[in-house]
């Protein structure tokens, strides 16, 4: 991968997202404990439009592939 005319590789990128899901792994401890002690969960059931892959989904023929997702 180019950035500014400089080869980065992909590993850094991949360094990247480590680190940041070990930094933030606390803070997700901690809400997803605080919502499981809840005696209500609430939940958004909104659909939003998703594009798959041609492969997944051979029998849905939308345009650019693309289906709802909540």
């Known amino acids: 991968m180019t ?4 080869a980065i590789p992909l ?3 991949s360094n990247n997202q ?3 899901a070990n930094a933030v ?3 997700y401890d901690l809400i997803k404990s605080e919502i499981l002690l809840s005696k209500i969960i609430k939940t958004d ?3 939003c439009k998703i ?3 041609k492969l997944k989904y051979r029998k849905i023929k939308t ?3 693309i289906r709802k997702a909540r």
Request: charged share 25%; proline share 9%; glycine share 4%.
């Open 11 to 13: 590993s850094n990128f």
């Open 25 to 27: 792994k606390p803070l």
């Open 45 to 47: 059931d909104t659909d």
């Open 51 to 53: 594009q798959v892959s």
């Open 18 to 20: 480590i680190s940041i």
């Open 3 to 6: 950035r500014e005319g400089h």
């Open 63 to 65: 345009p650019r592939n």
